[in-house]
């Protein structure tokens, strides 16, 4: 059977790499092992008493539109909210035409590939990138052209030169990206638009952290309101519930998105409409901008509490990025040194981390990892920093 199993799947499914984090979450849910490998947020940033008089109130009042087959675009109060929110915030002209509801940021990327790739379109990405959108776009056999990602952004050179390709699309993290928590500074933001204003392709911004900035200002998209090719993703996971599967996806293309829904349409006809009830619901009877306010200051204390333990723990070469926010940071080991064999040796201590090579294309034995600090309690980190810091030292002398 699995010879005959091998011969009948597709070409698709064969060139898609599984989920290195979902086995890795696996070993890692033992609870003697403290994990700073998934991307789960902290359960305060779950409202649970306020959603659940959301939920007997949505089912109270709208009864069975909740438990209805609903349109493919989405709830349009829930789609109102979010053109308000990002026309006030951002400066945006947002209707309720350029927004289209997904389960989740990751059905975005999905349907976004599959409405722009053939196979053997180049998509360029950062270096290195978020692996669910690897994943994603890796279904539709592209062409991946990696360009650096630097502490201030993409490395405009490469950029370049990967844009001498065949391209239908550049996915970009601008803010707290994932894996390395690193932001694109504003004169990088700006180096970028100059060069796509001038080019016939897609830009994806993935922005599913940019509420969750605990240090600086809030920059301006790279895209958002004044590149018309540009295609914005936010999503409900990180601030309210990532259980729900509620994201969006904002573009100014309209036609664009009528094309994002008829391939929504085929793949799940709509997103969930009792979790899109809720989720408005929450957001129209809440401070929903005080609740986040809670989570950027606990992620605060979380992130500089691994910050200290590294400095304290960690061998003076091993170097680490200082993220102004989101869930992650991204630490490079001496040259040589693979992270990914020193993975079975941190779960022997009972510590777990995502070891580098499955943010890259195609890359093996990097020396880098990622670290999540936003799911583990003050002295937890501490003592998984202090594991880690006294394998390394153990490697690197
Ligand atoms: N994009 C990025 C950069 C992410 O880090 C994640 C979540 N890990 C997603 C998209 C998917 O998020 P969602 O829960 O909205 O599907």
Do not use: C
Request: hydrophobic residues 40%; charged residues 20%.
């Amino acid at each position: 059977m699995e010879h005959l199993l091998e011969e009948l799947l597709s070409d698709r499914i064969k060139a898609t790499p599984p989920s290195f984090i979902r086995s890795i979450l696996k070993t890692a849910s033992n609870p003697e092992i403290i994990s700073f490998a998934g991307g789960l947020p902290n359960p305060v940033s779950f409202p649970q008493e306020e959603l659940l008089v959301s939920m007997e109130r949505i089912v109270r009042t709208y009864g069975s539109s909740l438990f209805q087959y609903s349109i493919t675009a989405g709830l349009p109060e829930l789609r109102q909210y979010i053109a308000d929110r990002y026309n006030q915030k951002f400066g945006l002209h947002l209707s309720i035409d350029n927004i289209l509801i997904t389960t989740g940021s990751q059905q975005a990327l999905d349907l976004i590939s599959k409405v722009l790739l053939n196979k053997g379109d180049g998509v360029i990405v950062e270096k290195p990138s978020y692996l669910g959108a690897i994943q994603a776009f890796s279904q539709y056999q592209p062409n991946f052209y990696p360009v650096e990602l630097t502490e201030s952004g993409l490395n405009i050179e490469h950029l370049q030169a990967a844009l001498q390709n065949d391209v239908k699309f550049i996915y970009t993290i601008p803010d707290f990206q994932n894996p390395t928590g690193l932001t694109y500074s504003a004169e990088n933001r700006d180096r970028i638009y100059e060069i796509l204003k001038e080019q016939d392709i897609f830009l994806v911004e993935d922005d599913p952290y940019g509420d969750l900035r605990f240090e600086g200002e809030r920059l301006p998209y790279i895209g958002a309101g004044r590149l018309p090719n540009s295609i914005l993703l936010g999503t409900f996971s990180k601030t309210v519930t990532p259980g729900m599967r509620t994201g969006f996806i904002i573009s100014e293309n309209t036609e664009l998105l009528k094309y994002i829904s008829v391939a929504k349409e085929a793949s799940d006809l709509h997103t969930n409409i009792f979790s899109q009830y809720l989720i408005w619901d929450y957001l129209e009877h809440n401070d929903y901008d005080a609740h986040i306010a809670q989570i950027r200051k606990l992620y605060q204390t979380q992130a500089q509490f691994m910050m200290d333990a590294m400095d304290r723990y960690f061998p003076k070469s091993v170097q680490y990025t200082r993220p102004h926010g989101g869930m992650f940071l991204w630490v490079t080991l001496p040259e040589g040194i693979s992270a990914l064999s020193l993975f079975p040796k941190a779960l022997e201590k009972k510590i777990a981390f995502v070891p580098g090579d499955p943010f890259y294309i195609g890359m093996k034995d990097t020396n880098t990892m990622r670290l999540n600090y936003t799911n583990a309690d003050s002295e937890t980190i501490d003592e998984g920093i202090h594991r880690l810091g006294d394998l390394l030292k153990d490697m690197i002398l």
